[in-house]
């Protein structure tokens, strides 16, 4: 009971705050990897500049090079898929290099585990904007099934 007027108090606080509803994206893991963000990415385009350069402001620059080569190398230890997913995240988690986060878990009587985190990021303002609802399918008939809120 206590976990539920936790998570039901972020989530009260969470949607005070809230001043849009992020788009909706249905990701089809079946697709191949190169594919399956290209709707996101079509979308939202006109952010990417000002959000690569903000995130390239938290990385040393005398990492991004080995950065990089790593992301070159990729190919050589993992299959094809894992290799576009991890390239896909490299930058992200460069990004988080010098950050932090709050986070909260709960899980009900019933097992279901919630999970919500705030991202201590100083640009809220661009991330408000590259901030979409996931829905990600697998199988025919979308026999696996997974949502999330997540930043680009």
């Given at each position: 009971?206590?976990?539920?007027?936790?998570?039901?108090?972020?989530?009260?606080?969470?949607?005070?705050?809230?001043?849009?509803?992020?788009?909706?994206?249905?990701?089809?893991?079946?697709?191949?990897?190169?594919?399956?963000?290209?709707e996101?990415?079509?979308?939202?385009?006109?952010?990417?500049?000002?959000?690569?350069?903000?995130?390239?402001?938290?990385?040393p620059k005398q990492l991004l090079p080995i950065a990089f080569w790593i992301a070159g190398q990729l190919n050589r230890?993992?299959?094809?898929e894992y290799e576009e997913e991890i390239r896909a995240k490299i930058y992200r988690l460069c990004s988080v290099f010098k950050l932090g986060c709050t986070s909260i878990v709960a899980q009900s009587e019933d097992g279901v585990i919630y999970h919500g985190r705030n991202l201590d990021y100083e640009m809220g303002d661009l991330l408000k904007n590259v901030t979409i609802l996931v829905h990600f399918t697998q199988g025919k008939g979308s026999e696996r099934s997974y949502k999330l809120v997540r930043s680009l």
């Open positions: 009971m206590n976990y539920h007027c936790v998570l039901l108090i972020f989530l009260l606080v969470s949607i005070s705050f809230c001043v849009r509803v992020p788009k909706h994206y249905v990701i089809d893991l079946d697709a191949p990897p190169r594919e399956r963000w290209n996101v990415v079509h979308d939202h385009l006109k952010y990417m500049p000002e959000f690569v350069r903000v995130a390239q402001s938290y990385v230890f993992f299959p094809y």
